[in-house]
């Protein structure tokens, strides 16, 4: 994008990505870029830093149409950027329905994964839905009704009660006092820990668990 610019025109150009962001970021109208914003820079330069303002103000577009083409682009290349990575990493999808004005009933779709060893949760679309509430808890109640198992959510509880092949999965790791320190800070976290897969490489059942809920997801994905 700026490989064909000068550096001159590239630091106003990168000036105006900047602030197009911050006006998206506030929920401002795309106007205040022109209206205000370029109006109180130019103030700055002249009263306090007591420099000539129009040449800089000139290499900062920030008109309406502009603002919006900034926005447009900068979401596009988010969204690129999140689809791709989707693609090569495993995710969960959170589905939730919110209404607009118009009380049309409006489908989103959240998706949760592991970046960094950090849990990201993104925005993956909205959809306008031509049904009601009633009609979307009873399409998707098996997906609202699926729950995470408690060997997941703590590995150190009672487990007898579990798969065998889960409790032989649990046991070991069970009596590690380093890791049951980190299962304190949240079992997202614990999961999350690179040294997990490598001391234990056993991972069937927690693969077969989540084949399940890759199957739930696929269900979810058939019906929108």
């Known amino acids: 994008m700026f490989a ?79 689809c791709n990575y989707l693609q090569t990493a495993h995710f969960s999808i ?27 949760e993104e925005l993956l679309f909205a959809r306008t839905l031509i049904t009601d509430t009633k009609d979307f808890e009873s399409r998707f109640e098996d997906i609202l009704t699926m729950v995470i198992p408690p060997w997941i959510i703590n590995p150190y509880g009672d487990i007898e009660e579990t798969n065998v092949i889960i409790q032989e999965e649990v046991t070991e ?16 976290q614990f999961w999350l820990q690179n040294n997990i897969p490598v001391t234990y490489p056993n991972e069937n059942s927690r693969k077969s668990q989540y084949a399940q809920y890759d199957k739930g997801f696929s269900a979810v994905l058939a019906k929108i």
Request: with cysteine.
């Open 173 to 188: 790791p069970s009596t590690n006092e380093e890791l049951k320190v980190q299962c304190k800070n949240g079992y997202q």
């Open 94 to 120: 959170q589905l939730d329905e919110s209404t607009l004005p118009d009380n049309a009933a409006l489908l989103l779709a959240y998706v949760r994964f592991i970046m960094n060893q950090e849990i990201f």
């Open 4 to 82: 064909s610019t000068s550096q001159r025109n590239d630091d106003g150009l990168r000036a105006s990505y900047n602030i197009s962001l911050l006006i998206a970021k506030s929920g401002k109208p795309h106007t205040i870029g022109e209206n205000l914003i370029l109006p109180a820079v130019e103030e700055v330069l002249k009263t306090v830093l007591h420099k000539p303002a129009s040449d800089i103000i000139k290499r900062i577009p920030l008109s309406n149409n502009t603002v919006e083409r900034r926005i447009d682009e900068m979401s596009s290349d988010i969204e690129s950027f999140l």
